[in-house]
């Protein structure tokens, strides 16, 4: 039995992946969601695992199973690829996120659908495809334990073609329920986790002296972290993960996972108005926190990638340079701008079904508006978004931000990292023509127009020397 696991990626992404930054390597990582399944796969079954972001999909292959896996705004990728093997007589089973929170849509592109993980349920699959007796939907009754994991088996992958193929994960789920984030809509709010000495011989065996923790929050059990970190001091090696800045709580934990190797978190700070943060359930995101927590963070030689949202009930067209001002005072070392993306699943989603605007999934990447924002257009806040994202990135922000955190303790641990996720990051503005304009800039240079127009009414016409001046105050 053949069996192919298929990572989607639409044009846009494609052209990223195809780009030769980095040695002709893209900055993408892990792959974990296929080739954890490819792990389940029972022994004698032949696997192989295609990403389409930097490979072509062999459409003619002779394989008996497909898998695909995907995220929303790739679902229609996903089935357009399910279509081409389904109309080939090849069974197609669709899973990961986007299946597991829409199965019922999901089922109409493909034989079957995995809700949920695929640990447990996988060689049932493969069994029940094996002998044509697929069912329309699987998932496992209770969420499936991480002890003992199977090793994941990355030589699937065309390694020389990532930034890094180590990535490892410890935890799965977040125990807190933001109400736009899917991780919450899948796990349900919470967090189960692999057995600390299991995790530590995969960090110890993977080949390679960085890595990334592709967890979603993974200090959010400060008593199963504060294990983990401790067992990692020995492994002496640097990783990145993810987490909310609520780490920053407490220093000594903070000093520890430093000497355990953390040089990089990403943080959801996602907006600077309390307000927002009450909006989404996130309060406890503290914004008067923000700038020690930092402090913190890289006076222990941690570099902190910051995850941004525009588009929140509260943001007005001013939120954009605030926003910048604020990234930039806070000496924020990278940042993924995204715009609120109601995902189906979430919370928000339902609280923003009757102002959504756009219904063609592939547009939930987080960087297009689907929905009607509360304060502002559909454009403004587009536009914004584009607007910081480039201006974050101009080469001269990135070169700031170099010369200080160069000057940071611990500052050269971070360099490779900070510089790839920087450039990255400026590559991809690049290729996608992200640039944007400032729509609170617009409507000052509007309201200044404007001011100019009500002055004129109070000095006498003839007091006017100057007509092109005029003129624009006409216009405005
Ligand atoms: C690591 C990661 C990345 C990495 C690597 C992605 C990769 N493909 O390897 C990077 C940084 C590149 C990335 C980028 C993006 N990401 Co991302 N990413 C993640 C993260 C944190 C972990 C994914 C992972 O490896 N999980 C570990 C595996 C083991 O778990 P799993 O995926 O759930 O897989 C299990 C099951 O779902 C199931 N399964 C999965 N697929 C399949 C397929 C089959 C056939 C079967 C049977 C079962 C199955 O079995 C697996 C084992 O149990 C997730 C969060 C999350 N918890 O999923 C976000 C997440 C998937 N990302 C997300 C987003 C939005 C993005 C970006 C669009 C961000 C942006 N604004 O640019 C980009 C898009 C990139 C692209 N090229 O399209 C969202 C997707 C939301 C949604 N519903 O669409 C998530 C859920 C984060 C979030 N909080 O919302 N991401
Ligand atoms: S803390 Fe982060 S991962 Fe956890 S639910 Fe909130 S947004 Fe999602």
Known sequence: MRVMLIAPADGKWRK????????????????????????????????????????????????????????????PRAYEIAAHF???????????????????????????VVVGDAEGI???????????????????????SLTNLKPVPRHLLKGDRYATVAAIQATRGCPHTCSFCSVSAFHGGRQRQRPVEDVV???ETIGSDFFIFVDDNLTADRDYARRLMEAMIPVGKKWITQSTLAVADDPGFVQLAARAGCIGLFVGLETFNGSNLESVDKTFNKVEEYKRAIRLLHDNGIGVEAGIVLGFEGDRPEVFRRT?????????????????????????????????????????????????????????????HDWITHEFYRPWRIARRFVRHALRPGGSGTTKYLAAINMAYWGRIRTWGIKGKDPAAA??????????????????????????????????
């Open 324 to 384: 910048l001002k604020m990234l930039d005072d806070l000496h924020i070392d990278a940042v993924q701008v995204s715009i609120l993306t109601p995902i189906p699943g979430t919370e928000t989603y339902s609280s923003t079904w009757h102002r959504l605007r756009d219904h063609d999934w592939s547009h939930y990447d987080f960087h297009r508006v689907v929905f009607q924002p509360k304060h502002m257009t559909i454009d403004q806040l587009q536009q914004g």
């Open 122 to 144: 996988w060689h049932r699959v493969v069994a029940d495809a094996c002998a044509s007796e697929l069912k329309k939907e699987y998932r496992n009754p209770t969420a499936p």
């Open 443 to 476: 409507k000052n240079a509007g309201e200044h127009v404007r001011g100019l127009t009500s002055l004129r009414r109070l000095i006498p016409r003839r007091a006017w020397p100057c007509a092109p001046l005029r003129s624009r105050g006409r216009a405005g």
């Open 16 to 75: 990223v992946g195809r780009r030769s930054f980095f040695n002709g390597r893209t900055f993408r990582f892990s792959l974990l969601s296929l080739l954890s399944v490819a792990a389940e796969t029972p022994a004698g079954v032949d696997v192989s695992v295609v990403d389409e972001q930097i490979e072509d999909i062999p459409w003619d292959a002779g394989v008996d199973l497909v898998g695909i896996t995907c995220m929303t705004a790739l679902a």
């Open 86 to 112: 389904r109309r080939r007589g090849i069974p197609v089973v669709l899973g990961g996120v986007h299946a597991t929170l829409c199965p019922d849509e999901a089922g109409q592109h493909a034989d079957a």
């Open 201 to 203: 011989r995969e960090a």
